[in-house]
């Protein structure tokens, strides 16, 4: 108890100097603008129509018009799982697009924290698609009191890190397609900061038997997303895909406000806008920069370390494994 409240501790200094407003400012001065590639880029985010999400579908449509180049085409799937949110997400980003023709965009529908959805999603979606280049696992959410979803599973572990885990294994033979090691496809999870406050609990992955507290489920799931980046370009490292872990800071989004409204005031002056947030999002799904970095931890355009000093939430070797194959229980 005491060990945890250091960790959060740290967790909170460190977001405090690091994870606001003005240290992206300062940090962004020296960066370049982001270029779209001269070839056509096919892009999957979760939880599009809101926050983040729909931050990152707006920023690939900015960077898109911006680079202008002769070869240059993007498609944008935007998965919501609220079809009038979803439609609402599309209106605004189609009068974004305006009369860019080589833009395509489209809504599909599925409730990520039912696994059975994600079967019929991937199954539709690797039969209506082609090519699929980057998967921004982004959808997530903060639930204030414990939660099972229609089969029993505990709600923030379905939505963040199964639906996590099960888009990207289902997707990964549309992801390898027509690929190379030099043009790879990338899959992005979007974890937390809120990690730093965890260990990986590799056998009790849904945090059953421990008694709810919404900070920490949520961060377990965020350290969880983040194994499984490092764990899979490992795994599949002589495959043509990168997969990367990444972390926004703190972000004006309707779920931080919603979630911890607290720490939102407190901190609201001082927050990252979406924008900001998803800079390193885009990067890590445009840029050729961090391709030699296959299974990191990013932020701020960064490799950043998955574990704060002193916090002891390293995880072995032996953890790891055990962990994903619990997951594979589920596949
Ligand atoms: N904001 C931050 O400061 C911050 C910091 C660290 C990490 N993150 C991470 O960034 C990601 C986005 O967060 P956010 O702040 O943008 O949250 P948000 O404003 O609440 O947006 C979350 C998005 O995910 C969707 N979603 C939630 N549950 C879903 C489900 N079961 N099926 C399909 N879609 C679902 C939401 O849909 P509805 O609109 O229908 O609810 C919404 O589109 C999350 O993974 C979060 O952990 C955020």
């Given at each position: 108890m005491l060990f945890q409240l250091f960790r959060t501790a740290v967790f909170l200094f460190k977001g405090h100097f690091e994870f606001t407003n003005r240290s992206f400012v300062e940090k962004s001065k020296h960066w370049l603008p982001l270029e779209f590639p001269n070839e056509k880029k096919v892009i999957l985010v979760t939880g599009g129509n809101a926050g983040l999400g729909k931050a990152t579908v707006e920023q690939c449509i900015e960077i898109f018009q911006r680079s202008n180049k002769p070869q240059q085409q993007m498609e944008l799937h935007v998965l919501c799982r609220s079809e009038q949110k979803g439609k609402e997400a599309i209106q605004e980003f189609e009068h974004q697009i305006g009369n860019t023709t080589s833009i395509k965009i489209h809504l599909h529908i599925c409730d990520l924290m039912q696994p059975k959805w994600i079967e019929q999603f991937t199954n539709n979606f690797m039969q209506q698609t082609e090519q699929l280049d980057v998967l921004i696992n982004n959808a997530g959410a903060l639930f204030h009191e414990r939660k099972e979803t229609p089969?029993?599973?505990?709600a923030t572990f379905a939505t963040n890190s199964l639906s996590t885990f099960l888009l990207t294994t289902k997707l990964l033979p549309l992801l390898r397609k027509n690929k190379t090691q030099e043009n790879p496809a990338r899959v992005i999870n979007i974890s937390s900061g809120g990690a730093y406050t965890v260990k990986l609990e590799p056998i009790d992955v849904q945090l059953q038997k421990q008694e709810f507290n919404n900070s920490l489920f949520y961060s377990q799931t965020k350290r969880q997303q983040i194994v499984m980046a490092a764990y899979w370009a490992k795994k599949y490292e002589k495959d043509p895909v990168r997969f990367y872990s990444m972390h926004p800071g703190w972000c004006e989004t309707p779920g931080f406000m919603s979630s911890l409204p607290e720490m939102y005031n407190l901190y609201k002056n001082r927050v990252r806008t979406a924008k900001q947030g998803i800079d390193t999002v885009c990067w890590l799904a445009l840029s050729d920069e961090p391709l030699e970095q296959n299974g990191k931890f990013f932020f701020d355009r960064q490799v950043t370390p998955e574990h704060a000093t002193l916090c002891r939430t390293q995880e072995t070797p032996e953890d790891v494994e055990i962990f994903m194959s619990t997951m594979n229980k589920w596949l």
């Open positions: 089969d029993g599973l505990e």
